[in-house]
């Protein structure tokens, strides 16, 4: 095995089980690679192996995700606070401090979360499809927010989609035609074997019913762009229609010197556009102070 293969490990973090990969030398500048929803750590597996010759690489399982424990709503109070929180424990149990951020959908929250209460640990952004502007949300989001406002409207429609058609469609829309062959089923069947653990389900709901907080936070996010200007790369499946590509342009509302890459790709660019998106993370990360 090289001396810097892909690592599969855990720990223990304020109890729970935290699953993380891990690859590169750990003296390089490390990056950390936040998922979305309904994936996993597994999202990253070709960008990973792409950068891990110059760079230390750290991608964990949110909790309720991937291999990370999935303890119930008794056992534990879901929300994207407390997933950021985990986060931050995790990364300080890793003896990790200074570190750029790799973010999309779910992981943007949680990842601009610990950056705007940590700035000076963070080295720089990407953002692949997460939001942090109202421009962003598309159509999709009107029943998702009915549903978190009263628990009950749309409940039908939004319990779907945590179906396997459902899992599915998140990786193949906006995916043009001649690229559909470049994606993995193994991602969705994954993602779909994680939401069938015992009560998943209803952990999901209750993340769904959490994230308008995530939305509150949009003017601390944008207050720290603005003060602190962290460098920025923004690469985006143009085709996206859960985060559209207004999102990705509003970035330069308050980051001016940001890059903005919109490619030919839907809501998980990486699976079909890894080759695009791959080089220029390493440029962007290797220009990093």
Do not use: C
Not at 11 to 37: C, M, N, Q, W
Not at 206 to 223: G, S
Not at 255 to 272: F, K, N, R, T, V
């Amino acid at each position: 095995m090289p001396p810097f293969a892909v690592r599969y490990r855990t720990k223990i973090v304020a109890g729970r089980e935290i699953f993380y990969r891990e690859a590169g030398d750990p003296s390089l500048p490390t990056l950390v690679l936040l998922h979305g929803f309904p994936a996993s750590s597994f999202m990253f597996r070709e960008l990973i192996a792409d950068l891990s010759d110059a760079f230390h690489l750290v991608a964990p399982d949110h909790l309720g995700f991937g291999h990370s424990a999935a303890p119930t709503l008794e056992e534990f109070d879901y929300s994207f606070a407390r997933l950021a929180e985990l986060t931050l424990a995790l990364l300080d149990e890793l003896g990790l401090n200074r570190f750029a951020l790799y973010v999309q959908d779910y992981g943007a929250p949680i990842g601009l979360r610990l950056a705007s209460q940590h700035p000076s640990r963070v080295s720089g952004l990407v953002v692949q499809n997460g939001n942090a502007y109202l421009d962003g949300l598309t159509p999709f989001w009107d029943n998702l927010l009915a549903y978190a406002a009263d628990g009950t409207s749309h409940a039908e429609q939004v319990r779907g989609s945590l179906e396997p058609v459902a899992a599915s469609w998140v990786y193949t829309h906006g995916v043009p035609a001649d690229h559909l062959d470049r994606l993995s089923p193994d991602t969705w069947i994954l993602d779909t074997a994680a939401l069938d653990r015992p009560a998943n389900r209803e952990t999901q709901l209750a993340l769904f019913r959490d994230y308008p907080t995530n939305i509150a936070e949009y003017p601390v996010f944008q207050e720290y762009f603005r003060r602190h200007q962290p460098p920025t790369l923004v690469v985006w499946g143009e085709h996206d229609e859960i985060f559209g590509p207004a999102g990705a342009h509003a970035f330069r509302r308050d980051l001016p010197q940001a890059e903005i890459h919109l490619l030919d790709a839907g809501h998980y660019a990486l699976e079909s556009s890894g080759d695009q998106i791959a080089p220029l993370v390493r440029n962007f990360l290797s220009r990093l102070p």
